[in-house]
């Protein structure tokens, strides 16, 4: 154990001489350092390795490495941040449904004839006459009731009810 002990510390003593040594040494340790290959030329634009300016006192300077812009915490550790996720995207208001316009007609009367019944209509100063089934324009019959008759719009399906309150003409 004893032995251990004092290897340990010639080994550890061993390698501070020798880090003082290359630290505090005059620079001639023997080592070579590379030497610039002149048998190429360099490349275009670029000032070749190892060269020293015109002065010959220190090497040419590279250009400066553009680097981004710090962030404006940058350095500071004590930055308050906020941990809240972030708020959701809004969201789109349903598009409005479309609704069947009014009846461009008004009722005229109701003619029955044996079992038929044919309805009249005004439009414009134009008559109309339409049964159970039948189309006045975007608008489809679909029910007739004594006191009541029910159109379909066509283009958006909705049931369009007119009240009517004639007599019928026999």
Do not use: C
Request: proline share 14%; hydrophobic share 45%; aromatic share 8%.
């Amino acid at each position: 154990m004893n032995l251990r002990r004092s290897g340990i510390w010639i080994v550890l003593v061993a390698t501070l001489a020798v880090s003082a040594w290359s630290l505090w040494s005059d620079g001639d340790t023997g080592v070579v350092a590379p030497v610039a290959r002149g048998d190429r030329p360099p490349a275009a634009g670029k000032p070749p390795l190892g060269r020293r300016d015109q002065a010959g006192s220190r090497p040419a300077a590279a250009a400066p490495v553009a680097r981004p812009p710090a962030p404006e915490h940058f350095g500071n550790l004590f930055v308050a941040y906020d941990y809240k996720p972030p708020a959701p995207p809004p969201v789109a208001a349903p598009a409005p449904v479309p609704h069947a316009p009014g009846l461009p007609f008004a009722f005229a009367g109701r003619l029955i004839i044996g079992d038929q019944t044919t309805f009249l209509f005004l439009q414009s100063g134009a008559s109309l006459e339409a049964r159970v089934g039948s189309s006045v324009g975007d608008f489809q019959l679909v029910e007739a009731s004594q006191d009541q008759l029910v159109f379909l719009h066509g283009p958006t399906g909705d049931r369009v009810p007119l009240s009517i309150a004639s007599p019928a003409i026999n």
